[in-house]
T-cell receptor, first 111, second 115 residues
Framework: GNSVTQMEGPVTLSEEAFLTINCTYT??????LFWYVQYPGEGLQLLLK?????DKGSNKGFEATYRKETTSFHLEKGSVQVSDSAVYFC??????????FGDGTTLTVKP | DAGVTQSPTHLIKTRGQQVTLRCSPK?????VSWYQQALGQGPQFIFQ???????QRGNFPDRFSGHQFPNYSSELNVNALLLGDSALYLC??????????????FGEGSWLTVV
């Protein structure tokens, strides 16, 4: 079956540090890949997505590139802010819309 | 344009009881999926409804059932509640015609505590 593996957290960074959260996946066919963010006590918000190999998704300074050869979709941001503190989920979706999520990575950014 | 709305936001039930959670999809969406998110874990797919029928189901027992109405809204029912059913239940909606790349929108969730 399909699966998503994220780097284990928690991750603690100082403001303006570089962020990488690793994500690898296993899937049959050609999935779309997503990063979601969840702030405390809230639901999931889509952060970015990529629908085919070599696509780069980007939003709010975050980027991730769909790497089919390494089955990866690592999340990066050049300079994190305190407001980026949240839980980040990598996910894949196959036709008919079912999504498979990783276990999430908690990011804490300190001033 | 309202997004995905869920109710209730929080509820407490006793073991053995039954619960019904409700979801209204984003305007224009015809597909509703339900997920269970236990504390510290990622969301787990329960099932998906399209055209008032269950189209896919995850690895959840028959105690979990659902329904989709003609206006695309949906209910999740859980019978014979167990302590382990305590979780955040997320509803997500999408538009089926756009396929796997479509954006899935999540509601804020319903926090269920079973005591």
């Amino acid at each position: 079956g399909n699966s998503v593996t994220q780097m284990e957290g928690p991750v603690t960074l100082s403001e303006e540090a570089f962020l990488t959260i690793n994500c690898t996946y296993t899937a049959t066919g050609y999935p779309s890949l997503f990063w979601y963010v969840q702030y405390p006590g809230e639901g999931l918000q889509l952060l970015l997505k990529a629908t085919k190999a070599d696509d780069k998704g980007s939003n709010k300074g975050f980027e991730a590139t769909y790497r089919k050869e390494t089955t990866s979709f690592h999340l990066e941001k050049g300079s994190v802010q305190v407001s980026d503190s949240a839980v980040y989920f990598c996910a894949l979706s196959v036709p008919a819309g079912k999504s498979t999520f990783g276990d999430g990575t908690t990011l804490t950014v300190k001033p | 344009d309202a997004g995905v709305t869920q109710s209730p936001t929080h509820l407490i039930k006793t073991r053995g009881q039954q619960v019904t959670l409700r979801c209204s999809p984003k305007s224009g969406h015809d597909t509703v999926s339900w997920y269970q998110q236990a504390l510290g874990q990622g969301p787990q797919f329960i099932f998906q409804y399209y055209e008032e029928e269950e189209r896919q189901r995850g690895n959840f027992p028959d105690r979990f059932s659902g329904h989709q109405f003609p206006n695309y809204s949906s209910e999740l029912n859980v019978n014979a509640l167990l302590l382990g059913d305590s979780a955040l239940y997320l509803c997500a909606s999408s538009f089926a015609a756009t396929g796997a790349g479509n954006t899935i929108y999540f509601g804020e969730g319903s926090w269920l505590t079973v005591v």
